[in-house]
């Protein structure tokens, strides 16, 4: 048996229907707006998690990417310090050279000898480079100058690594150990580079045939050993450079790959929801007249 169809319930369907159609222009509306095809989870469940979970790799990549940065900068200031350093000693083997042949003057050996405290300090003004507020030498205490200006050439540092996260489970060193090169100065007689610019000063200005002939026989070949040390301390910076070269390559293309996955993922096809958008707008037009049409009240529907 077939029900009768009140105009209830012509109304009710009709506006269930209008409803429907408004609520897929809203959503599409919402689309254009945000450039997003997925605003809410329950638009795309798997799409959903999948976004929130390449956003956050995107945020770890993004705090590796920072680490990078960050190590490259210190190894770069460490490798400048390290080439000054290298001058210096260059300079200290030519001017022991020169002294080590017996024609100087005195006056010539003291003056050299004077050169020779210069660059001690020097070597001890690079050795306490900063970067970012923090001595780059002084291990991991990072606040504290390695090395005191004058004439105690004691290290106040220590021998603990900074080391940067550049990946899950890895890590960097970005610090060198300056203190395998300069020592603890003359009192410790140590044979640092510190000791022995201190040893080949006090010869300079001893200035005696016997401070001269230990110039040749003992200094300059200590003063090579000093710089064969300063090259291994540079091949490990070089190392820690190339290293975070190699990661920051490889983060910037995870962070590439992930961009374009969350893109395909989440941002909606511009053109396809312009054109939905007209559609429905359109449909809710026409379904607004079609209801206007359907549902006409008559003076019986208020005798009731």
């Not at 301390?233 to 920051?248: D, E, F, I, K, P």
């Amino acid at each position: 048996m077939i029900g009768r169809i009140t105009t209830l319930m012509t109304t009710e369907s009709v506006l269930a229907n209008i409803n429907s159609v408004q609520d897929q222009l809203a959503n599409t509306e919402q689309v254009l707006s945000t450039g997003k095809s997925i605003n809410q989870p329950s638009d795309n469940p798997y799409g959903a998690s999948l976004a929130v979970q390449l956003q956050q790799d995107l945020s770890g990549l993004s705090s590796y990417s920072s680490n990078v940065t960050d190590g490259t900068a210190w190894t770069s200031s460490a490798s400048s310090a390290l080439t000054t350093i290298q001058s210096i000693v260059q300079r200290a083997q030519e001017l022991v050279v020169e002294a080590a042949n017996g024609t100087q003057s005195p006056a010539d050996l003291a003056a050299s000898g004077d050169e020779i405290n210069q660059l001690i300090d020097s070597v001890k003004q690079a050795a306490n480079t900063q970067y970012n507020g923090q001595y780059i030498f002084a291990g991991t205490a990072t606040g504290t100058a390695p090395y005191a200006t004058g004439a105690s050439d004691t290290y106040l540092g220590n021998s603990g690594a900074v080391t940067r996260e550049i990946g899950p489970n890895s890590s960097v060193q970005v610090n060198a150990d300056l203190s395998s090169l300069l020592g603890n100065g003359q009192a410790a007689n140590d044979g640092g580079l510190l000791d022995t610019l201190r040893s080949v000063a006090a010869d300079l200005s001893s200035g005696t045939s016997a401070s001269v002939a230990d110039l040749s026989s003992k200094q300059l070949a200590n003063l090579q050993g000093n710089l064969n040390t300063l090259e291994g301390l540079q091949a490990s910076v070089g190392a820690a450079q190339n290293r975070l070269t190699l990661a920051g390559t490889r983060i910037q293309s995870l962070q590439q790959n992930d961009t374009a996955v969350l893109s395909n993922t989440e941002d909606a096809n511009m053109a396809q929801a312009m054109t939905t958008f007209t559609n429905e707008q359109a449909a809710f037009t026409a379904a607004l007249r079609a209801g206007a049409n359907i549902v006409q009240s008559s003076l019986m529907d208020f005798l009731k």
